[in-house]
Structure formats: structure tokens, C-alpha cells
């Protein structure tokens, strides 16, 4: 008997049980839609995505090209989180407003504030253009002159494909050049700052909770789009009038149990799913521990200055948190790839595949790849890891190297382009170098430079190293450049860049700090780079020819869905805890009452406000409480990366539930191995974000302006 239903379940298993995936919106009709609506999901494909009436997309606007946000009432209120708004809350903020630290509230619109250079992007319409831009690609056999051909072809249909005057075309491709897709997009370029919560809100936690469940972070802010008096994407004046959407979200009060069905619609960046084994595992064997130990050596150097300074604390506050985001995610995405077995997965993929190949007659076209793979992996493998010592090392953690690296680039545009292009880009430099130096310290780069310069001397791949690094004496090498060179200061560089291009490039020479960097540069440009990409165009190609199979040789409606690329995808689960080692399970719920839990007095990462413990204290909760408590995150099986950050998590009806920002440390190789079982997104409760609008701020202007619903009672509306 048990056996016999034992049975009947696997043969009804649904599909689901094996979920991930980030869809193409305009392409839900069919597998998808019947899945959501078998996890739960009461609209259908038309009510997310339609060209014909407002639909879910026309309320998810791309957030200054890396973030997601949502429209949350017909006056374009915006939300997304407060890591996306971070660099425009930082840049209204002085000594005597501070708002990182104490948070900010318009009261009244004409306290909005402006953002020079921010954007919001609405998608139109999405159209498969594949056609079109493969066009006359058929016959070439050379890939250099096939991708050329593509390139010309998508830049002449983005500029004749119908579009309104006001809008943008652009096209991209996907499954690894196997499909390509128009996006028509609206732009507003007038977004304002209209709230966000302290730190010790928005940021609680900070870099020692970040990837990490149970979470207790209020990661959300607030903007406006406002547009011209006809509605219009228009540049910043103040006679511009809140923008009016075609569709924005009801914010639902109503709740969420485990198992209820949820949607997140966004932005995901980039994702590696379709890698061979052998990729995978240079990854987790050779590449990220490459730049895991460069980032280690960097992030203790400045944390040691930054414990000792409080000065130094706070310009280093940004960067040390975007180093160590990527530096702990590497951390845990190797530790997830060994875990789940994602090569031995892949191996065993791989073998059906062939197998399959062979059943179809297809061992010509397919039989070769994974050799093919695994040759040309184990050739690149010596120039992606140069490649990532010297982004690592030069372009990302030292800034001496940094700024000459920009003054080298300004080298090679005058040794291209002549006087004029050297002049336009100096002005362009100069104002850059101005935002970089208004955080830096002299003696924290110069530790974080000895560090660096040796495990870049001693790691990298030798032969394509200057000279002078290989088995130097770092601490003199240092020194030497650290005692002389200009580019340790703004004055200094500007006296550098003093004079026509003649001059200065002769200054430039005869700086020791420059020197190095052109070494360096000039290294990886001749040596490392011109043979990364030859080898890498061939990967390209041959990881088209795998898609190609995999789409070919899977059953009609297979779960294959195209690796993120920054456009607009749906990806959908349900709320669920996990198991992330043996005999423990977590919940998928938190509430305040962790917050006051982790809470240490005075502490830069889990201090606490005191009007959210007065409030704790009173339980005063209003309407977005449940059974005395105050929910504060949750966690779900959507599948989402880097650039979902701000989008909004969405209930079976359209309502909005919560804002993304994160994943758990468990499942954070979920960019190039999804395990159900294992992976979640972590989502703000939007009864908290609500709450702390409210009770905390008393910005009720806002709460007025949003349509609240009882998402358990009320349908959803239009
Ligand atoms: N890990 C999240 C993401 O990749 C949040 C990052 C912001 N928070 C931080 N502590 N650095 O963007
Ligand atoms: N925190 C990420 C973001 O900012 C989201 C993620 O990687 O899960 O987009």
C-alpha cells in the first residue's frame, strides 16, 4: 500500500519539486504559466507581461542600470533597497545631515531630493529578433567575422526598429547566441530620494550578516520618478511633475505562511548555469581561491585601520563593503559547488548528453564538445588566472595602481586618438581621481599595496610578469614607490596631469608608481590579454554549440531557461525554510525580536535605535504586527543573482509581499549550480518596511499615497 502511493507520487510528481530558473517574461505562456498556477499562482501569463494593457512589468523599472525597484502608487513612489539607494543617500549626507546614520524622511514633496545621473528604465515591449540579426551569418565560418557580422547587424536594427522618438532600442542575446531579443525602453532620468531608513536599519548587520539566514536587515529606500507635465521621461526641473504609471503594486498586510506561492520580478546580472565540469572546476580549484586570497590580504589590512580610525572607518565604510560582498560570496559559492556536487552532477550530465547525441545521429556535431572543453579550459586556464591577479591586484584593491592605471589609459588615447580625445578624457579623469580621493589614505595603501604586489610577484603565472616583480623584495619595492611617486595624492596627480600631452606623458614616465603600473599593464595587455580572448571566443562558440544541443536534445518542455544578462525575468517558488546542515532547519520567517537578539549597544554592524526597541518594548505594531510580533524577512525558492537586488517579491495575485536583497550562504553557487533544496532568496517582509514608513519615520504621507491590501482577502486589482 505504502509502496502503491509511494508510486503514485513519483508518476505525479510535479515538475516543481526540481524549481530555479529565470524566464523571459513575454515567453511564460505554456510550462511556466501551468507551473506557477500548480505552486499556487491565481493570474495568468497576461496579467505579468502584455504589450497590449498595463501589466506587472510596466511597475519594474531596471534602478540605475545594476538594481531593481518597483512603483508602489500612482504618484511613482519608488522602492528598492537601501544598499541600491547607498551612493545617493552617501551623497546628500554632511557632518550636520547625516543621513546614512540618522536616516531621512521628505516630509512633503518639495523635500524630494535630486539625483544628478540617476535612471529609471521601463521595458515597452520585448520581440525575438533572432532572425534578423543572424542574418547573413549562415555561410561565414571564421567566429571573429561571424561575431562581427552580428555586432553590425544589431547596430544597425537598434537604430531602425520602430520605436517612439522618447524611447530605446536595444538588443541582447541569449542562450549563448542562440536566441536574440529587442527590448523598447522608456528612460526617466528625474528620480528623487524620498526616504530611507538609519543604517542600523537598512544595513543591520552589515558585512557579518551579509549572505547570510537568519536575517534581520530592513534593506529598503525610497525614490520618486517624476516626469514631464505630458508624463514623459524628461531631465531634472523642478517644474516636473510625479510620474503617473501605467501599473503599480498593491502592498499586501495580509501575511505569508510557508509553502505560499511567491514571484520575484527583476533584473538578475549574470548567471553561469550551462558550464562544462571542467569550468567548474577550475572555479572552485584555481580561480576563486586566486581572488579570495588577494581579497583577504586586502580587507585585513584595511579592517585593521579601520578599528583603530574612526576617520578612516568611515571612508572606507563603501568600498570595504563592496570588496568583501564579492570576497564572501566567492567564499561560499565554492564552499556550495563541493557541497552539492555540482562536478560530479555535471560529469554525469554530461555522459547522457552524449548518449543522447549518439541516439539522435548527432555524435558529429556533439561528440567532440567536451573534449573540446576540456582542452581548451586546461590552455586558458594560466591566462584567466593572470587576468585575475591583475584585476584583482591593479584594477580593483590598490588605488595607487588604480589611478595610474586611468593615467595609463589616458596614455594610450593620446598614442591613438592625438591631442583633442587626450584633452576631453583629462578633464574626465581629473573629476573622477576627485571622487576617488576623497577617501583615501596614503598608509592604508601602501600596507594593502606590499601585501598585494607580493602574492601577485609570487601567484601569478610567471611568465607573463614584468620583470622587475618577479622575486623583488616587496617591502623595498614599496617603499620605493610609495616614498616617491605623485600618485599617492590629488595635488600630486594633478601636478602630473599640468601641461599639454607631451608633457605630461613624459611626467608620467618618470614616476616611479607609474612605471609599474605601465609595466604591468603593458604585460597583461601584450602577453595575457590577445590570447585570453582568442581562447575565449573559441569557449564562446563551443558553449553555443552545447546550448544548441541541450535545446535540441531535451524533451519539448524541459525546464531550460538562458543564463541571466541583465533583462527582465520572472522567477517564482514558494516561501520555504531549509536544512542547511544535518539535524537543523530554518525557518522561513524572522521577526523583531531577533533584531533586539543581535543587538549590541554601540556596536558599527548590530546597534539598534532607540525608538525600534521603544517600540519593540510597547509592541506597537499597528496593522502590520501578527499575533503580537513583528515579521522582519523572509526566504523563498526563487532563483535570483546579483541585480535582483530591489526587486519586489510578489504574492499569487500581484500584490506586493516583499523586496529582495540577498541570498543564504548556503546556497550562494546558485549562479552556476541551482540546488533546490538548499537554495534561497531573502526577501524584506514589506509589513516591516511599512512599519518602520509609519510607526518609526511617521512619513504617513507616504502609507496614504500606497493602496494597502489584505492580499488573503482582496483580489487583486488594476
Ligand atoms: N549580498 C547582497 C548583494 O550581493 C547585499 C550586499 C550589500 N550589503 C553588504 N553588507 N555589503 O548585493
Ligand atoms: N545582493 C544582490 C544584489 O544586490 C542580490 C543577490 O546577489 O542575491 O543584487
Not at 546614512?100 to 524622511?105: A, I, K, V, Y
Not at 499586501?252 to 548555469?273: A, C, H, K, L
Not at 565540469?277 to 581561491?289: G, Y
Amino acid at each position: 500500500m505504502k509502496l502503491l502511493r509511494l508510486l503514485v507520487l513519483l508518476l505525479v510528481l510535479p515538475a516543481y519539486a526540481q524549481q530555479g530558473g529565470m524566464w523571459i517574461p513575454s515567453l511564460l505562456k505554456g510550462m511556466n504559466e501551468k507551473e506557477m498556477k500548480s505552486l499556487g499562482m491565481k493570474m495568468t501569463a497576461e496579467d505579468i507581461y502584455s504589450v497590449n494593457h498595463s501589466s506587472l512589468k510596466d511597475a519594474v523599472p531596471h534602478f540605475n542600470g545594476g538594481c531593481t525597484s518597483e512603483v508602489i502608487s500612482s504618484k511613482g513612489l519608488l522602492l528598492t533597497n537601501h544598499h541600491c539607494g547607498f551612493g545617493e543617500i552617501q551623497a546628500h549626507s554632511t557632518i550636520d545631515h547625516d543621513y546614512l546614520t540618522d536616516g531621512f524622511w521628505a516630509m512633503t514633496l518639495e523635500e524630494e531630493l535630486p539625483n544628478p545621473d540617476m535612471e529609471a528604465t521601463f521595458i515597452i515591449r520585448i520581440e525575438d529578433v533572432t532572425n534578423k540579426v543572424l542574418e547573413g551569418t549562415q555561410s561565414i565560418t571564421s567566429e571573429k567575422e561571424r561575431q562581427k557580422k552580428i555586432q553590425d547587424n544589431i547596430a544597425s536594427l537598434t537604430r531602425s526598429l520602430p520605436k517612439e522618438s522618447w524611447q530605446e532600442n536595444s538588443i541582447r542575446t541569449f542562450y549563448e547566441g542562440n536566441q536574440y531579443m529587442l527590448f523598447v525602453t522608456e528612460t526617466y532620468k528625474d528620480v528623487r530620494l524620498v526616504g530611507a531608513p538609519p543604517s542600523s536599519i537598512g544595513k543591520f548587520g552589515s558585512d557579518t550578516d551579509n549572505w547570510v539566514w537568519p536575517r534581520h536587515t530592513g534593506d529598503f529606500s525610497l525614490f520618486r520618478i517624476y516626469a514631464s507635465k505630458d508624463n514623459k521621461p524628461a531631465e531634472y526641473s523642478k517644474d516636473n511633475i510625479p510620474y503617473t504609471p501605467k501599473h503599480f503594486f498593491p502592498v499586501s498586510i495580509g501575511g505569508i505562511r510557508e509553502n505560499d506561492f511567491t514571484m520575484v520580478f527583476g533584473y538578475p546580472g549574470r548567471t553561469t548555469e550551462y558550464l562544462p565540469a571542467v569550468a567548474v572546476e577550475q572555479i572552485v580549484n584555481v580561480l576563486n581561491p586566486a581572488k579570495i586570497e588577494v581579497r583577504d590580504a586586502a580587507l585585513k589590512v584595511a579592517d585593521g585601520f579601520m578599528r583603530k580610525d574612526n576617520a578612516i572607518k568611515i571612508q572606507y565604510a563603501a568600498k570595504y563593503a563592496s570588496i568583501a560582498n564579492y570576497w564572501k560570496k566567492w567564499i561560499g559559492e565554492s564552499q556550495g559547488l563541493k557541497k552539492s556536487n555540482a562536478v560530479a552532477i555535471k560529469k554525469k550530465f554530461e555522459k547522457d548528453f552524449l548518449a543522447k547525441a549518439a541516439k539522435a545521429g548527432k555524435q558529429g556535431e556533439y561528440g567532440n564538445l567536451f573534449t573540446e572543453f576540456e582542452k581548451n579550459y586546461k590552455e586558458i586556464e594560466p591566462y584567466s588566472l593572470a587576468r585575475d591577479y591583475f584585476m584583482e591586484v591593479a584594477l580593483r584593491n590598490t588605488e595607487l595602481l588604480t589611478t595610474g592605471y586611468r593615467l595609463y589609459q589616458l596614455e594610450q588615447v593620446y598614442n591613438a586618438r592625438g591631442e583633442q580625445s587626450f584633452t576631453d578624457r583629462k578633464a574626465n579623469t581629473i573629476a573622477a581621481l576627485e571622487g576617488v580621493f576623497k577617501d583615501f589614505n596614503k598608509d592604508v595603501d601602501e600596507k594593502v599595496f606590499e601585501q598585494l604586489i607580493a602574492l601577485y610577484g609570487t601567484k601569478s603565472p610567471k611568465q607573463f610578469l614584468p620583470q622587475e616583480v618577479i622575486g623583488a623584495d616587496y617591502k623595498a619595492l614599496t617603499a620605493s614607490v610609495y616614498s616617491t611617486s605623485k600618485l599617492t595624492s590629488l595635488n600630486g596627480v594633478k601636478e602630473l596631469l599640468e601641461g599639454d600631452a607631451k608633457t605630461v606623458i613624459a611626467k608620467l614616465n618618470a614616476d616611479r608608481g607609474y612605471q609599474l603600473i605601465k609595466a604591468m599593464a603593458d604585460a597583461y595587455s601584450t602577453k595575457v590579454a590577445p590570447k585570453y580572448d582568442e581562447i575565449n571566443l573559441k569557449i564562446a562558440s563551443l558553449q553555443r554549440t552545447y546550448m544548441k544541443g541541450i535545446l535540441e536534445l531535451s524533451p519539448k518542455d524541459a525546464r531550460i531557461f538562458p543564463d541571466a544578462n541583465s533583462t527582465l525575468r520572472v522567477t517564482y517558488g514558494k516561501v520555504n525554510g531549509y536544512e542547511p546542515r544535518d539535524a537543523t532547519y530554518y525557518e522561513p520567517v524572522t521577526y523583531l525580536d531577533g533584531v533586539i537578539e543581535k543587538y549590541i549597544p554601540g556596536d558599527y554592524e548590530f546597534d539598534v535605535p532607540a525608538k525600534l526597541i521603544d517600540l519593540y518594548n510597547k509592541k506597537d505594531y499597528g496593522p502590520y504586527g501578527e499575533n503580537g510580533k513583528m515579521p522582519v524577512c523572509f526566504i523563498g525558492t526563487n532563483h535570483t543573482t546579483g541585480g535582483n537586488s530591489g526587486s519586489p517579491a510578489i504574492d499569487a495575485r500581484g500584490n506586493l509581499i516583499g523586496l529582495n536583497f540577498d541570498r543564504v550562504w548556503e546556497g550562494t553557487m546558485s549562479d552556476i549550480y541551482y540546488d533546490p533544496s538548499i537554495c534561497r532568496n531573502i526577501m524584506v517582509d514589506m509589513r516591516y518596511v511599512l512599519f518602520i514608513i509609519d510607526k518609526y519615520a511617521g512619513c504617513k504621507r507616504l502609507i496614504d499615497e500606497m493602496k494597502i491590501v489584505d492580499g488573503k482577502k482582496n483580489k487583486r486589482k488594476k
